[in-house]
């Protein structure tokens, strides 16, 4: 049986749910305003398409190298490495405010990729270290919501203080860089203050893992983590390398997180370009792939721990195959009407964010355990960002060269092969679950 948790440990967890949430989703105040100012920097200093996709691939580039420097969160502790990502980016923005040259403000960029950088290895440890595995499904489910409903609530901020006349508008497009700083500068204050790296930092008995191999609460004999940081070894590290259901998720996450940003940032111009709908109506059908799509976060999330037993796999390959049939389905989706687009988007949503979560976050931490979850994630998230590198220019050739229903069959072929690698994982269990 797992030991109850006390009125004082629940409150814990509660707070480090919220202040981890607030930190990840205030990662994209320094992150998202960039789209924002572009329109300004470009009226204002002349800045040509190129200087800005140069600025953009520069941060994505540090943002993907760093994601592999997880390891770090697991040898000093998220609550330092993330704080300093936190203040980095902070700064980072603050400086671009004062951008005169194309130059410095691509430098700058590149330091805030770095920084922001630490924040998903580093918070899917911190997350690990106050919950069971056996409800890191709903749980994380639930937690990732942050990286969607951030972007969007950072994107309108950021729109409304970098346009609005009346708020220090002497300022102009740099306040779109100085206020987001400001807001997450307090974000990152409270993090540093209300958050610790696991129970045993906060004067609490840590929470045993609650893997369930041979059945649901049975528990690991595994020794408790006491407080402080995971002090992680070369052999933790070859561990997690080494194991191939880390990279069977890490290449199926590369997939979808090419398909994922090709949907995020090109939906719009597909609706416009191919099916002819006019922008307005073309953005806000468009914004449902997130607004909806993130339900299906949470429905892999119960499905993963009250159906399958907090198996990650089935679940994935399952959505992964249900994505695969709704983009192979386009053309008829499409010809219902602004309807059925938007049943279409909605759909589509949902099958991605179900896996995209588990994968970066629940799989991740049951991989990696608690000693090595942010190395996990680190290296799991790295290597899908290699495909959100990749997005933009497989596209452009695509479209251009074949057009936009072969954009869609290869996303099949993507979705297919994705759900074929986590079948191969269907009974998959961590080492460490494997213990009772």
């Not at 994107?155 to 860089?177: C, E, K």
């Not at 940032?265 to 997130?290: D, F, K, N, Q, R």
């Not at 290597?383 to 997005?391: A, K, M, R, T």
Request: glycine fraction near 12%; proline fraction near 5%.
């Amino acid at each position: 049986m797992a030991p109850s948790l006390t009125p004082e440990l629940q409150r814990w967890r509660y707070q480090v749910f919220a202040i981890t949430w607030l930190a990840y989703a205030g990662f994209y105040l320094c992150r998202r305003n960039f789209s924002v100012v572009m329109p300004l920097l470009e009226a204002d200093l002349g800045y040509t398409k190129m200087q800005f996709a140069t600025v953009i691939f520069a941060f994505s580039l540090l943002y993907t190298l760093g994601q592999f420097c997880g390891v770090l969160s697991d040898r000093f502790g998220p609550r330092l490495i993330v704080g300093i990502g936190l203040f980095v980016s902070i700064f980072s923005n603050l400086m671009m405010g004062f951008a005169t040259s194309f130059l410095f403000l691509t430098a700058f960029s590149c330091l805030s990729g770095a920084g922001q950088s630490t924040g998903w290895p580093g918070l899917v440890k911190n997350m690990a270290n106050w919950f069971r595995r056996r409800e890191r499904g709903v749980v994380m489910g639930w937690w990732s919501t942050n990286y969607v409903l951030g972007g969007f609530f950072a994107t309108v901020f950021a729109t409304f203080v970098a346009t609005h006349p009346t708020i220090l508008a002497q300022w102009g497009w740099r306040r779109g860089f100085w206020l987001p700083a400001v807001f997450l500068f307090f974000i990152a204050l409270s993090f540093v203050l209300m958050t610790r790296n696991n129970p045993g930092d906060a004067g609490l008995p840590d929470i045993p893992e609650g893997d369930h191999k041979d059945g649901i609460g049975a528990e690991s004999q595994l020794p408790a983590e006491q407080g402080g940081p995971d002090h992680d070894s070369p052999s933790l590290l070859w561990g997690i390398l080494s194991d191939p259901a880390v990279w069977v998720i890490a290449i199926t996450y590369l997939l979808l997180k090419m398909t994922r940003y090709s949907f995020i940032y090109w939906l719009p111009l597909y609706m416009t370009g191919h099916l002819g709908y006019g922008v307005l109506e073309a953005g806000y059908i468009s914004s449902l792939y997130e607004l909806v799509g993130f339900s299906g976060a949470i429905i892999a999330g119960y499905t993963s721990d009250k159906l399958m037993g907090s198996r990650r796999f089935p679940v994935a390959a399952v959505m992964l195959w249900g994505l695969a049939a709704v983009c192979f389905f386009h053309s008829p989706m499409a010809a219902a009407g602004p309807i059925g687009v938007s049943i279409w988007i909605a759909l589509i949503g949902i099958m991605t964010y179900g896996p995209d979560t588990l994968m970066s976050g629940a799989a991740a931490q049951d991989a990696g355990s608690r000693k090595g979850a942010a190395t996990a994630a680190g290296l799991i998230n790295g290597v899908g960002s290699i495909g959100q590198l990749c997005s933009p220019f497989l596209v452009a050739y695509i479209t251009d060269q074949y057009g936009w229903d072969s954009l869609f069959y290869l996303f099949v072929i993507f979705a297919l092969i994705g759900g074929s690698l986590m079948a191969t994982k269907w009974n998959y269990w961590p080492p460490e679950a494997k213990t009772r």
